[in-house]
């Protein structure tokens, strides 16, 4: 054969290891930079702003926010990814199990449905990847929309300060 399908199979379930890796990874940088970096940004940010004009004060709120906005788009791509993954595995799986019984002449069932079983392993572990995956995006969405708010909260005190409003 052409390609050797128990291998792929198994570089499939390699992959979807790989991006649960890439997830969660991901995900505790994320909770780390909401958790530690970002107070101190946000002392940053007040500090800058006091002497800013309205265009600047824009300027450096969107480059703040920017920073809040990263790790979905690797998120995102793990959560579409996992499952077709998982389908490819699937489909190579039972390739595999049907080509092993044609080679042996297997007719018995156990034998087909422990290889179909082995084959069902990959979508399983392809929806678990992604549904972990959509947990921490959502949880990773919450606190970016949170660090705008209070991003946005502070550009406006330290403009209305710096008119001599506060």
Do not use: C, W
């Amino acid at each position: 054969m052409l390609l050797n399908i128990e291998l792929a199979h198994k570089l499939v379930f390699y992959s979807l290891f790989f991006l649960l890796f890439v997830a969660t990874a991901v995900f505790i940088e994320r909770l780390l930079y909401f958790f530690f970096t970002f107070p101190a940004e946000k002392k940053l940010l007040r500090k800058e702003i006091e002497e800013q004009d309205e265009l600047t004060a824009e300027a450096l709120y969107h480059s703040y926010a920017a920073k809040t906005e990263k790790g979905k788009g690797a998120l995102m791509f793990v959560i579409t990814a996992a499952p077709l993954l998982g389908l490819l595995g699937t489909v190579l799986g039972i390739m595999n199990s049907f080509s092993t019984m044609a080679e042996k002449g297997v007719s018995d069932i156990a034998e087909v449905s422990k290889g179909i079983a082995f084959a069902l392993e990959a979508t399983a572990l392809g929806i678990a990847v992604s549904i972990l995956a959509l947990f921490y995006y959502y949880v990773v969405n919450a606190l970016a929309k949170k660090a705008k708010e209070e991003l946005k909260r502070v550009v406006l005190q330290g403009l209305k300060i710096s008119r001599g409003g506060g």
